[in-house]
C-alpha cells in the first residue's frame, strides 16, 4: 500500500522559507517511472499544481512560481522536499504530496498525502 | 498563462445523470493531455476517479465515465447518490512536463 505524508511548520513569518517535506511508504521513491508532485489548495479555493521531481530526477516547476521554488529528493530517507522562499500571505495554503506515472494506457495520478496546512503570518 | 475551465457548480437529482467538462485556453482537448478526474469532498484530500481520458482506477465507482465531448474532457457521472456530491477537479498534462489543473466544479445532489 503507497502511502504519503507531508510534514513541516505550519507556520513561517513573511519573507521567509516554507519547507515541507512527503515522506513515502510503500515503494521506492527512485522506481519508475513516477514523478512525485506538489500541489496546494487555498482555503475554499481549487487545486494548484506546484511541481515534481520524477524518478529520473527530472524537475518542473510551475511557471508562476519558478523564480522561488526548488523540488529535490533524498532517496536514502524515500522523501521528496518542498522548499519555496520570499513566501508572502498569499501563499498560505494547504499543501500536499502526490504520485504521478504513466501506463500502457496514460498518465495518471493515483496516490495522495493528507495535505498540511501552512500560514504565513508574522 | 494556461487556464483550465470548468462549470463553477452543477445540480443534479439523486439517480440521474450529470456531465461535467473540462476546456482548455490552448484549444481543444485531445486524448494526449491524457485528462485526469478527482473527487474531493470537504476536509478530504483528491480522490483519483479516471484517468488518460476514459480510464477508470481500481476503486472507481462503476458509475462514473470519462470521455472527450465538443473539444473537452468530460466526467460523467450516471445514477448519481447522494455521496456524490464533492468538488470535481480536472487535470491536464501539457507536453508531458506541466499539468494544470481546472477551477472545480461543485456538485450538488439535490
Known amino acids: 500500500q503507497v502511502q504519503l505524508q507531508e510534514s513541516g511548520p505550519g507556520l513561517v513569518k513573511p519573507s521567509q522559507t516554507l519547507s515541507l517535506t512527503c515522506t513515502v511508504s510503500?515503494?521506492?521513491?527512485?522506481?519508475?517511472?513516477?514523478?512525485w508532485n506538489w500541489i496546494r489548495q487555498h482555503t475554499g479555493k481549487g487545486l494548484e499544481w506546484i511541481g515534481y521531481?520524477?524518478?529520473?530526477?527530472?524537475?518542473y516547476y510551475n511557471p508562476t512560481l519558478k523564480s522561488r521554488l526548488t523540488i529535490s529528493v533524498d532517496t536514502s530517507k524515500n522523501q521528496f522536499s518542498l522548499k519555496l522562499i520570499s513566501v508572502t500571505a498569499a501563499d498560505t495554503a494547504v499543501y500536499s504530496c502526490?504520485?504521478?506515472?504513466?501506463?500502457?494506457?496514460?498518465?495518471?495520478?493515483?496516490?495522495w498525502g493528507q495535505g498540511t496546512l501552512v500560514t504565513v503570518s508574522s | 498563462q494556461t487556464v483550465v475551465t470548468q462549470e463553477p457548480s452543477l445540480t443534479v437529482s439523486p439517480g440521474g445523470t450529470v456531465t461535467l467538462t473540462c476546456a482548455s485556453s490552448?484549444?481543444?482537448?485531445?486524448?494526449?493531455?491524457?485528462p485526469n478526474w478527482f473527487q474531493q469532498k470537504p476536509g478530504q484530500p483528491p480522490r483519483a476517479l479516471i484517468y488518460?481520458?476514459?480510464n477508470k482506477h481500481s476503486w472507481t465507482p462503476a458509475r462514473f465515465s470519462g470521455s472527450l465531448l465538443g473539444g473537452k474532457a468530460a466526467l460523467t457521472l450516471s445514477g448519481v447518490q447522494p455521496e456524490d456530491e464533492a468538488d470535481y477537479y480536472c487535470l491536464l498534462y501539457y507536453g508531458y512536463s506541466q499539468r494544470v489543473f481546472g477551477g472545480g466544479t461543485k456538485l450538488t445532489v439535490l
Open positions: 510503500g515503494v521506492s521513491i527512485s522506481s519508475g517511472p513516477y514523478c
Open positions: 502526490a504520485r504521478d506515472g504513466g501506463d500502457s494506457s496514460g498518465y495518471y495520478f493515483d496516490y
Open positions: 521531481i520524477c524518478s529520473s530526477g527530472n524537475t
Open positions: 490552448t484549444g481543444a482537448v485531445t486524448r494526449g493531455y491524457y
Open positions: 488518460s481520458t476514459n
